[in-house]
């Protein structure tokens, strides 16, 4: 009989000022080890660990590749690397990107799962979409426990719910009530009973650590979905369990179907900056073309690049006026 050891927490928008209340009340011997995905940019720099030392009695560090797990600690995922656990060890990987972020949360909650099985518990705080879900969904398939923060009580609450709707969750509690139970269910012992690894979870698990034997196997799971990658263009595959669909590329970018509808979003915005640049130049050089041709006394083709330069500049003021309202947003919800 072993005790819930290994604590995993994902968090995005709002998330610091969560895990500074939640570690705030833990205490000095707690015999856990707890490990923390907060979503940062790739390319920034990451205080959480001073940050949460600050707040709460035990050390928290941005851990090294194949650090030693210690309970008592709190791991911090670094910048542009994912956190995944081994066993007894922690690997961190620069494998593809999942809903967009590296590091992202349902990588460390599936390797969490495929290593640690019943002693597991996940836990999902404040924001924004739905990173996480998949990751609860694969803790509860072996048997570990599911807490999420109750979303009324949540600053940015698209984590929470999404995890809440899609997964049947142990725990929905406000962030005060999180650190006691943390505190029960790590002393509590939990059985012996193993919940099977599916092939699914070990693939998945396998291409976030960059495994080139997962990512070039012919034996993927998901059917083809006719969408394309944002993040590389290459053709994404189906993979649906439950209430719960997302899609992975053929290189392991992992998309839920909110993200990659919030990504597409992106790309739009993306091409109607670029289309309207080109149509603003379009017009400013029929301008000039028009002004030369009145010089040289071509009436006829003067107007017709006048005309020109109206129409492009029309078009432009449609872009420029959807960009402003953000219309393509609300097409996308």
């Known amino acids: 009989m072993v005790g819930h050891g290994i604590i995993v927490i994902g968090a995005s928008a709002g998330g610091v000022e969560a895990l500074c209340k939640l570690v705030k009340d833990l205490p000095e011997n707690f015999p856990a080890a707890i490990f ?27 851990p090294q590749d194949s650090e030693t797990i210690q309970p008592g ?37 599936r390797t969490a799962a495929r290593t640690y099985g019943r002693r597991v518990i996940g836990v999902v705080l404040s924001g924004s979409l739905d990173d996480g879900t998949a990751g609860v969904m694969a803790i509860k398939m072996r048997g570990g426990i599911a807490v999420v923060q109750n979303p009324e009580d949540a600053l940015f609450s698209g984590m929470p719910t999404n995890a809440i709707e899609n997964t049947d969750v ?23 009973k193993e919940y099977p690894v599916s092939d699914e979870m070990e693939i998945e698990s396998d291409v976030a650590e ?48 909110k993200t990659l509808l919030a990504q597409q979003s992106e790309q739009l915005e993306e091409a109607l900056w670029i289309a ?6 379009s017009s400013a050089l029929a301008q000039r073309m028009a002004r030369r041709a009145r010089e040289r006394n071509h009436a006829t083709s003067a107007e017709r690049f ?20 953000g219309e393509l947003y609300q097409l996308a919800e």
């Open 276 to 281: 309207l640049r080109a149509l603003e130049e």
């Open 306 to 325: 006048e005309e020109q330069s109206r129409d492009a500049e029309n078009r432009a003021a449609l872009l420029r006026d959807i960009l402003l309202k």
């Open 170 to 192: 142990d725990y929905i509690l406000r962030l005060s009530e999180i650190s006691p139970l943390l505190v029960k269910l790590a002393s509590e012992p939990v059985g012996e």
């Open 210 to 257: 960059f495994d080139m034997n997962a990512l070039q196997s012919k034996d993927r799971p998901g059917t083809p979905s006719g969408f394309a990658c944002p993040d590389c263009g290459g053709a994404l595959w189906e993979l649906k369990k439950d209430n719960l669909l997302r899609f992975r590329c053929r290189v392991g970018h992992a998309f839920s179907a």
């Open 36 to 62: 923390v995905v907060l979503h940062v940019p790739s390319h920034g720099t990451s205080v959480l660990p001073q940050i949460l030392n600050r707040a709460g009695r035990l050390k928290a560090v941005h």
């Open 73 to 109: 600690r709190i791991y911090v995922a670094p910048p542009d690397f994912h956190l995944l656990l081994k066993k007894g060890y922690i690997q961190l990987s620069r494998g593809p990107r999942e809903n967009g972020h590296r590091p992202a949360v349902d990588p460390l909650f």
